[in-house]
């Protein structure tokens, strides 16, 4: 089957309705779970999405594969679609009110802090490179590789804000496919 931007498209679709219906159950779960399957998917979600934008902005399938180019690096995949897309603009008006919302109701873990100096922690980009950084293991310089598909708990986890990171993708997913269906009309 060949790839296409929609492809992806849909794969990434599958991938965040898995991670939202589980975190509908995560109250349930422990904190391996969370870190497991929902972390997992949240970035398969994003990497199908970065690539299904990417695809149809022209970078081809070939190099979206190679592991120095991209691979399934999720902060490479965002720089690069910040290259052809303002993503912070796309997901700007629900980060906001997700991000705040948050703060409001975790602001004893913030120690004091201001919205305004806590969010740089609660920005996209950020829940980004703590999920990428999550799973990389950035020890051979020469190809970073996935640590394990499994948490450690002798690992310390930076931490991801699924409270923001999963909305912020909604939106993505939604531009993406307003995108991708305008090109075929």
Same mark, same amino acid.
């Given at each position: ?29 422990? #904190?391996? /779970? ?8 949240? !970035?398969? *979600?994003? @990497?199908?999405?970065?690539?299904? +934008? ?37 997901v ?5 009110m997700?991000? #705040?919302? /948050? ?8 120690? !004091?802090? *201001?919205? @305004?100096?806590?969010?740089?922690? +609660? ?22 590789t ?12 930076k ?15 939604d ?11």
């Open positions: 089957m060949k790839e296409t931007p929609s492809s992806f498209l849909a794969y990434g679709d599958a991938y965040l309705s898995a991670a939202n219906i589980l975190v509908l159950r995560k109250n349930d779960l422990n #904190e391996v /779970f969370e870190i497991g399957p929902i972390f997992q998917l949240s !970035g398969q *979600t994003f @990497e199908l999405i970065a690539k299904s +934008l990417l695809l149809h902005k022209g970078v081809s399938e070939s190099d979206l594969r190679k592991p120095k180019l991209f691979g399934h690096d999720l902060w490479k995949l965002r720089e690069e679609l910040q290259n052809h897309y303002d993503v912070a603009s796309i700007e008006s629900t980060h906001l997700h991000a #705040e919302a /948050f703060f409001r109701d975790n602001r004893n873990e913030f120690h !004091g802090l *201001t919205l @305004e100096q806590a969010s740089d922690t +609660l920005r996209f980009d950020w829940q980004l490179l703590a999920l990428n950084e999550n799973y990389f293991s950035f020890l051979d310089e020469s190809r970073p996935y640590r394990t598909r499994y948490p450690d708990g002798s690992l310390a986890y931490p991801v804000r699924l409270e923001i990171l999963l909305p912020c993708l909604d939106c993505l997913r531009f993406a496919y307003s995108q991708i269906a305008n090109s075929t009309q």
